[in-house]
């Protein structure tokens, strides 16, 4: 946290030098994402459990503190917190993260108190809740913020298995960005639309498209 915390200020000084032709706005853009040399990809950071963190004796306070300023400050900047708890209160998620967490996923809670949490008061009244859906319903909730109007979204079912598999190709390809359809070494590759990899295809296929895995294979550990 506190190492992503000191890219705030490398990126934002990075910007303020930029001309005004190239960043008008002051912030980033994909264009300027994409140009290496100013080192202003795309950063994620993911906690899950997060009340954990905040709830540390030690350590608490101080992550709490990082924690705003990247929610704050990291989208203009290129860096993402995504958080994930069992129960959004103020014990487990403070009121200065929690009122500046623009999108927001509701998956399956219990009762109306927990889901106004997430999705804003009223929400339930208003017709949208997340308790309404189903054990078997895995994955699918409520998406508010990325669009005008509150979205039933679903995610991609990722079991201990597929994790592994995620984890090993991130390894694998150190960090190295690729689109679907990149070709490498002759062969084209894409992204499955089960388990979100990148593989191989067995014919040819369109750029961007996304097959499931029946229609892949591994592609070889030295793709990056």
């Known amino acids: ?7 705030l200020d490398r990126r934002a000084k990075v910007i303020r030098e930029l ?17 290496k040399s100013l080192g202003l990809h795309p950063e994620v950071l993911i906690l899950d459990e997060c009340q954990e ?19 704050k400050r990291g989208p203009a900047l290129g860096i993402i917190l995504l958080l994930a708890t069992q129960r959004p209160d103020a014990a487990s998620l403070p009121t200065g993260i929690s009122a500046n967490i623009g999108i927001r996923c509701c998956l399956r809670v219990m009762d109306q108190t927990a ?15 997340a308790t309404e859906f189903a054990t078997k319903d895995k994955g699918i909730g409520y998406l ?9 979204a ?17 390894r694998q390809t150190g960090g190295q960005r690729h689109g679907p359809g990149a070709r490498r070494h ?4 894409g992204h499955c639309r089960t388990c979100g990899l990148v593989r191989q295809s067995r014919t040819t296929t369109t750029p ?14 030295s793709f990056h």
């Open 1 to 7: 946290m506190r190492e992503v915390y000191r890219k």
């Open 19 to 35: 001309p005004k032709d190239l960043c008008p706005e002051n912030k980033v853009t994909p264009q300027l994402a994409a140009r």
């Open 53 to 71: 963190a905040y709830s540390h004796p030690e350590h608490g306070k101080e992550f709490g503190r990082l924690a705003t300023a990247i929610v």
């Open 115 to 129: 889901n106004d949490m997430v999705l804003g008061t009223s929400s339930y009244k208003r017709g949208i809740r």
């Open 144 to 152: 508010a913020g990325h669009a005008d109007d509150v979205q039933v």
């Open 154 to 170: 679903r995610s991609c079912y990722i079991d201990a298995v597929a994790a592994d598999a995620i984890g090993r190709r991130a």
């Open 186 to 189: 002759g062969r084209r590759y």
């Open 208 to 221: 961007g498209a996304l097959i499931s895995c029946a229609g892949f294979r591994p592609p070889p550990a």
